[in-house]
């Protein structure tokens, strides 16, 4: 294996990884141009055709949600963290729970394209600037997400070559990101679809195989795999117990309760999970999808919890913790361990595909918010063509890619975790407590949507800026500076309370809308309008 630098991966997988990636774009690039909307309906861009099966539909749904930091960053926790790590990823698998019970069909019943469709039908009196409103927090956790993907890319790269020098990061960011925008600009939501279901299959078969030689190397015996964690771990039985990451202190303690909020209620609120939820054709292929969905995203939860457990009986924490201290490299060094240099390149193919497929839904995700809400309700105020706002989403789709690019590449030394996290943190503080007051508050108003979509996005970036991400500590952006005054590095558990209250508080100070709008509404919400 190559061990120069933080490299991990020998020179036979770096060739078969690339191989196997290329081949992988090129099938899905080229289908993604077969399956691309071939009239000008904006219906079929943003949505597709609506006729895919539940089983198809909760695989996207699956793509769409689990990113490479489930396969890398929770596998690479659980081995350096233990116990602490399996909490983490329970949060991940419960948050569709969220999902399912609470948003996913009244959502759909709406009927729109975009969330903003479905707040103006709502809102109706003051619906352009709560769209434009609405715009500016997707844009920004679509565009945090987009960069952590485009980042994420870089760090994965340097397993295999050690730290990249600028021009290969430069390369790989801009290779990535320019398939991200031909899936989003060209294919649409079918393309995006497509490549959503290839990378739900690769990433359920991947790890649910690696699981399974984990175990088989154990002779199928959970005890022996815990007790040879707990052996490896340096920490004993202690790996195996509660406290090892979050429980050092009240401050860690609190944290770790703020990320899972974020997690938990964020994901019910993400740009481009919202999308998906819209996609399905009726009430019952949503309900059957989000099952799927649910099912298989604790599917690799499970297995990835089977992975960081594997990766520290067989491999060890220290020697992961030595070749990447955010153990990013876990599952890559347990592949290598076990099936050698093809189990290592399919896992790290599996990765790139991860990313292009986040990449693209998001990108997708902020160009329709761009091309429907901004500029086809606010700037045309409704009177766009289709053909006029399919183009001018095809090139916000270019526009927003280029934007990420050029971030990532900025940012590219960047914690890619602490740039999701506070996406997800954006998305349950400002989204969230405006779509579940829209769904179910007879009394919300205009104004109260607008102060907690914009004191929501507001509250978690000022928290975030202020606390020890930015500064005060080794790991932070700004090590030798101190103006650290907010102790937790994600601001879920203030953000998020705050931007229910100023979504109340607007409301109660604000004259209610007309009942009868609210009453229509919730009739549409509980039946469709199949």
Known sequence: MVTTGAAVVDRFSLQ????LFLSVVVVTLFTALLTAPQRDEISEFYLGDRAMTPLRNGLAMCG??????????STGLVALTGYDGLLYLCGTAVAWMM????????LRNSDGFTLGDTLALRLPRMQRPVRLALAVCTLTITTLYLV??????????TQFTGEPSAATRTLCVVVIGTIVIVYAAIGGMPGATFIQIVKAV???SGVTVTAVMVLQHFDWNLGALLTAAADNSGSGTRFLEPGLRYGASTNSKLDFLSLQLAIVLGLAALPHVMMRLLAPKSGNVLRSSVVWAMGLVSLVCLAAGILGLGATAIVGRDTIAQTDRKGDAAVLLLAHALGGGVLTALLSCLAFVTLLAVAAGLTLAAASSLAHDVYGEVIRKGKAKQT????VARLSAVVIGVLGILLALISWGANTATLAFLAFAIAASAILPTLVYTLFWRRFTARGALLSLCGGLLCSVLLVVFSPVVSSTPESLYPSADFAWFPLQNPGIVSIPAGFLLGWLGSVLSRNEAPEIYEEFEARTLVGVD
């Open 148 to 157: 952590a993907q485009l980042v994420g890319s870089v760090a994965l790269l």
């Open 16 to 19: 078969l990884t690339l191989v």
């Open 64 to 73: 769409d949600y689990l990113s490479a930091a489930t396969l890398l960053g």
């Open 99 to 106: 999902v399912l019970l609470l948003i996913a069909e009244p």
């Open 202 to 204: 690769m990433l359920v």
């Open 388 to 391: 006029e706002e399919l183009a």
